[in-house]
């Protein structure tokens, strides 16, 4: 069974630090893109970064660049999210989500439940 497990969310202050996880399982992992995507409070699915399979390339929004780094373990089949200087704009609901290929995504690809970001003073 295909698992995607998010976690590391909760309550930060502006300009604080938080770290995701994405614990994956049922799939074979270093052969997927991986990505974070997140939703705000009435707003759609954002983008936020993506990486390759080896982790050798990586991209990342303009909104977040700068200030936020994905990365993977592919012997431990896990991705990572690691956010700095976090603002209230990045408060939101962030999603992983896994697929052979980039843009398959939305169609073919495999997601998480979720894990809540609030930045908030």
């Known amino acids: 069974e295909v698992q995607l497990v998010e976690s590391g969310g909760g309550l930060v202050p502006p300009g604080g630090s938080l770290r995701l996880s994405c614990a994956t399982s049922g799939f074979t992992f270093r052969n997927y893109y991986m990505t974070w995507v997140r939703q705000a409070p009435g707003k759609g699915l954002e983008w936020v970064s993506l990486i390759n399979g080896d982790g050798g390339n990586t991209y990342y929004a303009d909104s977040v660049k700068g200030r936020f780094t994905i990365s993977r373990d592919n012997d431990k089949n896990a991705l990572y999210l690691e956010m700095n200087n976090l603002k209230p704009d990045d408060t939101a609901m962030y999603f992983c989500?896994?697929?052979?290929?980039?843009?398959?995504?939305?169609?073919?690809?495999?997601w998480g439940q979720g894990t809540q970001v609030t930045v908030s003073s």
């Open positions: 989500a896994a697929a052979l290929r980039c843009d398959w995504f939305e169609s073919h690809g495999y």
